[in-house]
Every structure is written in C-alpha cells, then in structure tokens.
C-alpha cells in the first residue's frame, strides 16, 4: 500500500539556520507535491505545490525539491525564525484524483 | 476573502450518539473535503463532495457520510459514535479549473471528543 513518511521526531534549529524536512513516499506516482504548515489545534496552511516534472520550487523563504526517482521531497526554510515553528505536513495526489494523502508531518521548532 | 468555516468549534458527544458537523467552503469554491486527525496522527480523508455529489470516499465505514447544499456548504453525519471517532475534524475547500493541482484550503476545524 502506498505510504508516506516523514521524520516523527521533532527538529530542533537555532534562529537564523536553514531548517530541511523530508518527505519520503512509497507505492505511490504522484503528479503533485504540497506542503503544509499546522499549529497546534488550527487547520494546515497551504505553502508550496511541486509537480512532478519539476524540479524546485522557491517561495520567498521556502524551497521545495522534488525527485520522483529517490521518491523524496526536500522542504527547506531558510533564514528560520521562532514563527516558523509548527508542524509541517507533505501531501501527494495524482491528476484526477483530488484527495490529498498526508504524511504525518514533522514538528519544526526554531530557537532564539 | 472570508476563509473556510467550520462549526461547532467543540463537541462532546457519548458512545452511541450522533453528530453533525458544518462547513462552509471560501465563495466560488465547489468542492468540500473532509478530513479527520486523531491526536498525534496524520490527516486521513474521509470525503469528497463536488457540485453537490459525493466524488469519492476514503476507507471509513458507512456510518461517515455527508451531503454538499447547492450552496455549496457541506454536512458530516457520524453515526453510532465509537470513542475512537475522538479527533479533529478538517474541512477543506478548493476550485479546480480546467484539471491540474488541486490546492485546498482548510478550516480551522471541530473538535470531537466521544466519552
């Protein structure tokens, strides 16, 4: 069955680093690649969507990779800042068929 | 633009009961999705209504369903509540034009505690 894994331990950085998330799928051919952010007790917030026949996607601080043949996904925040820390969830889906599946998501936590 | 809205807010409910939860997805969006979360999982689909129409369904027993108004709002009806139906319940909106990604957005969800 198709799974998606994501680093279940929470990531620890210093203000000012680069923090990078992983995103790590089997059994699965996804045409997309989204990435979410959720704070404790609120809905995921739409960041990044990569498709695949793309390589790299940059959003003012964000950066997403995205390799179909080592079926993994990069999320980079740079610069990072204590408002960075939440959890951060990957999301695949094909064309044609709407529903997201979701990774468990990873915790960011950025200290001063 | 008003965001996507979810109501209650909180429920407390027992075993056995029956809930139903709201969603009003951001104007000109037609399709609604439901998701649930229990604590320290991942978002699991449950639903997809688009222009009124069911459209898919996640691996959830029938007891799960729901319906989209012409309105475009949307309704989840649990019945029989078990205790592990306890979680948040997530309510996403999109519009996709022409085929493509689809990028939804969520509510801020309700949360259901069965006792």
């Known amino acids: 069955s198709q799974k998606i894994e994501q680093n279940s331990e929470a990531l620890n950085i210093q203000e000012g680093k680069t923090a990078t998330l992983t995103c790590n799928y089997t059994?699965?051919?996804?045409?997309?690649l989204q990435w979410y952010r959720q704070d404790p007790g609120r809905g995921p917030v739409f960041l990044l969507l990569?498709?695949?026949?793309?390589k790299e996607k940059r959003k003012e601080r964000l950066k997403v990779t995205f390799d179909t043949t080592l079926k993994q996904s990069l999320f980079h925040i740079t610069a990072s800042q204590p408002a960075d820390s939440a959890t951060y969830l990957c999301a695949l889906s094909k064309t044609g068929r709407r529903a997201l599946t979701f990774g468990s998501g990873t915790r960011l936590q950025v200290q001063p | 633009e008003a965001g996507v809205t979810q109501s209650p807010t909180h429920l407390i409910k027992t075993r056995g009961q029956q809930v139903t939860l709201r969603c009003s997805p951001i104007s000109g969006h037609t399709s609604v999705y439901w998701y649930q979360q229990a604590l320290g999982l991942g978002l699991q689909f449950l639903l997809w209504?688009?222009?009124?129409?069911?459209?898919n369904r996640g691996n959830f027993p029938p007891r799960f369903s729901g319906r989209q108004f012409p309105n475009y709002s949307s309704e989840l009806n649990v019945n029989a509540l078990e205790l592990e139906d306890s979680a948040l319940y997530l309510c996403?909106?999109?519009?996709?034009?022409?085929?493509?990604?689809?990028?939804?957005?969520f509510g801020p969800g309700t949360r259901l505690t069965v006792l």
């Open positions: 996403a909106s999109s519009y996709l034009a022409g085929g493509g990604a689809d990028t939804q957005y």
């Open positions: 209504y688009d222009e009124g129409e069911e459209r």
């Open positions: 990569i498709r695949e026949n793309e």
């Open positions: 059994n699965y051919s996804p045409a997309y």
